[in-house]
């Protein structure tokens, strides 16, 4: 089989789903790789780097057009999609249903597609887990940027101009990003609070050196992620942070629920009762945001408080960010490529559960 690994081309977007590292494996699973000229380049991966781990380079859509299966980082655009191979497999972030062509171009040429943000988030698949994987690194760069953007410094200094007080950082979320968050703001030297909403991320913050603030509010839903907040219980968690938060230097928001837009928790009112100088960094942004005030991919400022709303963190750790996200897939991949051919078992739930839009009739398995 041919294994063709796409070049990026969504704007800012520098990662890449395939590093020479994989490459090498994929040649060791029996497949002819084929890399798009400069695929690799915004991750600081050159093209003979992967000549030499016996992938071929190729120009342009030539590269995707004979491919068995291509992987991706980003969803390749209609258009690209509709010169893939009919019946093609397709790996990476997908996202079907957020664009109607998209979904339409796979569903045209009968491609097998496998976003990996379906992926079911058991023990088995966290070596494949993309969301993890990006997340960690999501947490991280927002950190850097509060720390980048706040007037202050994180740690507490002991100078012969006097003792600097260290920066009180609020972690919004204590999921894979949040707990990063926690972590990275901690080796900065910040006194480190985080809060969620699932109980479980007590024990997780306190282990990374923060402190969980109890804002008496419980909401675990199901497969390990949270629920909508009931209107009572977010007036409740409302209240007791908006006292909180005049105390707060950086808030870093992390706090998401699964197919719905991110919570709303930091209300304008809030902001505006924050001290000047104070820094939000909402790296829900890309579902909308934590904060009330955040504009997704700006950077405002509402009466001297800083409120950032990056977009596609995980890009910035292009490096690092493009070696797990290519293990990732590599290790999905594995799942069904063998011996130089593909062979899908329906009954495996990890494929079952990704495929879009259900698995192919004729062997279909229960999703
Ligand atoms: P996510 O990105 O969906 O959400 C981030 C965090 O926001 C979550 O911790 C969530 O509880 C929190 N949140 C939601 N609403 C909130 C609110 N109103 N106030 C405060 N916090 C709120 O989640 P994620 O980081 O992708 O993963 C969440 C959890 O899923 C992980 O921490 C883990 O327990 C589980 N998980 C398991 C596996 C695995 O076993 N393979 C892999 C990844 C994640």
Request: hydrophobic share 45%; glycine share 10%; aromatic share 4%.
């Amino acid at each position: 089989i041919t294994v063709a690994v796409a070049r990026e081309t969504a704007e800012g977007e520098r990662r890449v789903a395939a590093t020479p590292e994989t490459c090498k494996k994929l040649v060791a699973l029996g497949a002819q790789v084929q890399v798009q000229r400069g695929a690799g380049l915004g991750a600081g991966f050159i093209d003979e780097t992967y000549v030499a781990a016996g992938a071929r380079v190729a120009d342009d859509v030539a590269a995707l057009g004979d491919a068995d299966l291509v992987l991706c980082v980003q969803p390749p655009s209609p258009s690209t999609l509709a010169q893939l191979k009919q019946g093609a497999a397709l790996v990476g972030m997908l996202a079907p249903q957020a664009d109607a062509a998209r979904g339409e171009a796979i569903g045209a040429r009968q491609l097998v597609a496998f976003p990996l943000e379906r992926l079911p988030r058991t023990t088995r698949a966290q070596a494949m887990d993309i969301l993890s994987s990006q997340a960690g690194m999501a947490g991280y760069k927002a950190t850097l940027i509060a720390a980048q953007l706040a007037p202050r410094f994180f740690p507490m200094l002991t100078t012969a101009a006097g003792t600097i007080r260290p920066s009180k950082v609020l972690i919004v979320g204590a999921g894979v990003a949040g707990l990063q968050a926690v972590a990275t703001a901690k080796r900065l030297g910040a006194q480190v609070e985080g809060f969620d909403v699932r109980p479980e991320t007590r024990e997780q913050i306190e282990s990374l050196g923060g402190k969980f603030l109890d804002l008496g509010v419980s909401a675990a839903g199901e497969g390990g992620y949270a629920r909508q907040l009931t209107e009572d219980e977010k007036a409740l968690q409302q209240q007791r942070l908006a006292d909180h938060l005049r105390t707060v230097d950086v808030i870093v928001c992390t706090a998401a629920v699964p197919g719905r837009p991110a919570p709303k928790i930091v209300t304008a009112a809030m902001v505006g009762g924050m001290k000047p100088g104070s820094v939000i960094v909402d790296l829900a942004a890309e579902t909308g945001g934590n904060c009330e005030l955040t504009r997704p991919g700006q950077t405002i400022d509402s009466n001297g408080v800083v409120i950032a709303g990056p977009l596609n963190l995980a890009s910035m750790g292009a490096v690092h960010a493009s070696e797990m996200f290519a293990r990732n897939v590599l290790n999905f991949v594995s799942l069904f490529v063998k011996d130089g051919a593909i062979a899908f078992d329906w009954n495996d739930e990890l494929l079952a559960k990704t495929v879009w839009p259900r698995p192919p009739k004729a062997s279909a398995a229960a999703p």
